[in-house]
């Protein structure tokens, strides 16, 4: 018998849309997407049992199958256990042995906040709150100044925060609870996942993974 669906509670685009032309990229909030269907709950085909929350499992067959995980053939030079994101191909790759990789679709960032360069797993977290940076709280002073850990969490279920050095450089690879944005590139910077994907890629990564961001085959900035 199926599992039944989660009782999944609408996106809060309330504050999406207050965010939309301003919000950084720690914000992890997208604008309302005209993908997203009037009824949310038809994404979700039943749950997989996680603590404290369980986490909604997608309908992948919604998806384009060249965004669902899966273990391919990889030709890059980065060593096995460096996570490569590709903004062009809104795909993150996770290199393995032996000349392939476990790739995820990923949504990207919209034109003039995705970010790429180099850095590292900083830490992790597990259903992390989410909290405005000073910027966003200086342009929308009615902000919450934190949102606990959740299903309608921004960050979802996972999120790895990246770092240079040890300077958490606000972006971030997490969950999201808009599984319509994978393959799309309309988030406010960060790399988002489904959750059940992010939750998969946190157990394979130990913090200090080597992280590198592409984008047009480059993985610095000019």
């Known amino acids: 018998m199926a599992a039944p669906r989660p009782n999944i509670r609408r996106p809060i685009h309330a504050v999406i849309l207050a965010l939309t032309a301003t919000v950084s990229l720690a914000g992890c909030q997208t604008r309302q997407s005209q993908l997203a269907q009037d009824d949310d709950s038809a994404w979700y085909i039943g749950a997989k049992a996680d603590k404290p929350f369980d986490i909604p499992l997608v309908d992948t067959g919604r998806l384009d199958p060249k965004y669902r995980r899966q273990t391919v053939a990889y030709t890059g030079l980065e060593a096995p256990g460096t ?44 259903w992390p709150d989410w909290s405005p940076t000073p910027t966003m709280v200086s342009l929308h002073p009615d902000l919450p100044r934190t949102r606990k ?29 808009e599984p319509w944005s994978i393959g799309e590139q309309m988030s406010s910077g960060c790399v988002r996942m489904l959750n059940e994907d992010v939750a998969d890629l946190y157990e394979h990564v130990p913090v200090g993974t080597r992280v590198l961001v592409k984008r047009s085959g480059r993985g610095a900035r000019s």
């Open 83 to 126: 996570i490569v994101v590709d903004i062009d191909q809104r795909q993150l790759f996770l290199v393995q042995e032996g000349g392939t990789a476990l790739r995820y679709g990923v949504g990207v960032g919209k034109a003039g906040f995705s970010w790429r360069g180099e850095a590292r797993v900083g830490r992790k977290g597990v």
């Open 149 to 177: 850990g959740g299903v309608d969490n921004p960050l979802g279920a996972r999120a790895l925060y990246l770092y240079q050095g040890n300077r958490d450089i606000l972006f971030r690879i997490h969950g999201t609870n």
